[in-house]
């Protein structure tokens, strides 16, 4: 009996601790999200004032970041000054794949990065700026959004894998 018991507890320990760790890819999406709001503001700037070349200016983003964009961007300055042929779309599209590996952003947040790809370094300096706030102003109502949800998703997600290993409890004992 006090085995079961022992189980029973692990069980339902295993069930909060699954469900706390989704609620917190939760909130460390709306974190990522608001730090890369913060960021694409940022090579906005450095494009619109500084006139950077797009290699410079993602150096000194990594250095204005968080650690996951950080990295993002040292190695998107790495392949811009190595590329010999690769177009800067490629390069970011390549980026991009090593990103939703290491970020927890949706597959619909990068593809909103994605249709950025296709203007940096290709067009005039003013829409690659206007095409950035309109990216930036997406990823604002995507982190709005996402924070409104926050609370509830966490608490539903936290409850619902409590029950599930409550009704797992119940159906193995």
């Not at 339902?12 to 460390?28: C, D, E, S, W």
């Not at 961007?73 to 290491?102: C, M």
């Amino acid at each position: 009996m006090c085995c079961r018991v022992v189980g029973a507890v692990f069980v339902f320990g295993g069930g909060v601790a699954i469900g706390i760790t989704l609620a917190i890819r939760y909130r460390k999406r709306v974190f990522e999200l608001c730090q890369l709001e913060h960021s694409l503001t940022f090579i906005s700037g450095e494009l619109k004032y500084r006139h950077l070349i797009l290699a410079d200016v993602f150096g000194q983003a990594a250095k204005h970041c968080g650690q996951v964009f950080a990295q993002w961007f040292i190695a998107l300055e790495h392949a811009l000054r190595k590329s010999n042929a690769s177009s800067v779309r490629e390069i970011w599209f390549s980026s991009l794949q090593q990103l939703s590996k290491s970020s927890h952003l949706r597959s619909s947040d990068l593809l909103i990065l994605d249709s950025l790809g296709g203007t940096l370094g290709v067009v005039d300096l003013d829409t690659q700026i206007n095409e950035l706030a309109i990216v930036t102003k997406q990823l604002h109502d995507i982190r709005e959004k996402a924070e409104h949800e926050l609370a509830g998703r966490m608490k539903l997600v936290i409850t619902l894998c409590s029950v599930i290993a409550l009704l797992l409890i119940i159906l193995l004992f």
